[in-house]
């Protein structure tokens, strides 16, 4: 049983040192400031030497069914290209909701589905059937 757990652990620590690793993942976190509350609201802001950027804070907001969960910050960094790639988010009831220059945008609703829709919320409604 001892021989099998050595030689396990040789193993995964043979596979460790041979797996490629990517300069992301030796970046030097430069500054990091984090804020955890017992109220639930918290702040977490760091940068990395290779021009990552993370900040976000959250908080709890009064909703119908009780209280609720915000998130909202945003985060950038390098592409290969040389771009910098913003994306800004919040998450609340409504779900998750980034925002930025480079994430796809649905094209425009066409104006005759426009017009049917505005149609069909114009019409009176029909009252729901009764089943026995």
Do not use: C, W
Not at 69 to 74: A, D, E
Request: charge should be negative; charged fraction near 20%; glycine fraction near 8%.
């Amino acid at each position: 049983m001892q021989v099998t757990l050595v030689l396990s652990s040789l193993m995964l620590a043979a596979a460790v040192s041979a797996y490629p690793q990517s300069p992301e993942s030796r970046a030097v976190i430069l500054n990091q400031e984090k804020e955890v509350n017992f109220d639930g609201t918290f702040k977490n802001k760091f940068e990395t030497d290779n021009r990552i950027k993370v900040e976000e804070v959250g908080y709890l907001k009064p909703g119908t069914d009780g209280p609720v969960s915000v998130v909202q910050g945003g985060n950038s960094y390098v592409a290969p290209d040389g771009r910098v790639i913003s994306t800004g988010y919040i998450s609340d009831e409504n779900g998750y909701r980034p925002v930025g220059d480079h994430l796809p945008t649905p094209p425009p609703i066409p104006f005759e589905i426009q017009e049917s829709l505005r149609l069909l919320a114009s019409l009176p409604s029909t009252p729901e059937p009764k089943y026995n």
